[in-house]
T-cell receptor, first 112, second 109 residues
Framework: GAGVSQTPSNKVTEKGKYVELRCDPI?????LYWYRQSLGQGPEFLIY????????DSGLPNDRFFAVRPEGSVSTLKIQRTERGDSAVYLC??????????FGPGTRLTVL | GIQVEQSPPDLILQEGANSTLRCNFS?????LQWFHQNPWGQLINLFY???GTKQNGRLSATTVATERYSLLYISSSQTTDSGVYFC???????????FGEGTQLTVNP
């Protein structure tokens, strides 16, 4: 594909529900990253995949957050028992190895 | 972890003016990127510049890694340059990008 794509672009859910956010990286990019951006702030790192494995998940805020990349391409970020504080824009990025990162358009998550 | 500070936090210009945005970081890095976040939230890559100087049209950037800072120059600004400019760095031993708080640029016609 031409760039990183993310679906859905917007997600509204109720407190306590489960959500899944999807990221399609640039074809051939081995590294994939998830970030979260709150209003008025810079993006903050959540998790990094090299291939299929999570090489660094130290940015996940708690065990309600989980991400997978089973075939080394598409990744899904999963959030259980959502809370209002989870509301943010979730950004995905990809890169060749650990070089320049390219970002998708983001998923705006709103927890009511 | 590494600290990234951007200045100024806000900048208002008249169309045609020039500006310099600064990014200071607290530790050694092997990746530095400048982004423009447009009003729709998309992060657009401007420069991948861990060291040295690069130019792309009206924009140029310089990173002095030994002194831990980078500068983004915008010349002959246009209203479409408005938005938030982010600097992001990757520590030598890491993989994540750490972002600054951004510079909110407004270019008035």
């Amino acid at each position: 594909g031409a760039g990183v794509s993310q679906t859905p672009s917007n997600k509204v859910t109720e407190k306590g529900k489960y959500v899944e956010l999807r990221c399609d990286p640039i074809s051939g990019h081995t590294a994939l990253y998830w970030y979260r951006q709150s209003l008025g702030q810079g993006p903050e790192f959540l998790i990094y995949f090299q291939g299929t494995g999570a090489a660094d998940d130290s940015g996940l805020p708690n065990d309600r957050f989980f991400a997978v990349r089973p075939e080394g391409s598409v990744s899904t970020l999963k959030i259980q028992r959502t809370e209002r504080g989870d509301s943010a824009v979730y950004l995905c990025a990809s890169s060749l190895s650990r070089n320049e990162q390219f970002f998708g358009p983001g998923t705006r998550l709103t927890v009511l | 972890g590494i600290q990234v500070e951007q200045s100024p936090p806000d900048l208002i210009l008249q169309e045609g003016a020039n500006s310099t945005l600064r990014c200071n970081f607290s530790d050694s890095v092997n990746n530095l990127q400048w982004f423009h976040q447009n009003p729709w939230g998309q992060l657009i890559n401007l420069f991948y510049i861990p060291s040295g100087t690069k130019q792309n049209g009206r924009l140029s950037a310089t990173t002095v890694a030994t002194e831990r800072y980078s500068l983004l120059y915008i010349s002959s600004s246009q209203t479409t340059d408005s938005g938030v400019y982010f600097c992001a760095v990757r520590e030598t031993s890491g993989s994540r990008l750490t972002f600054g708080e951004g510079t909110q640029l407004t270019v008035n016609p």
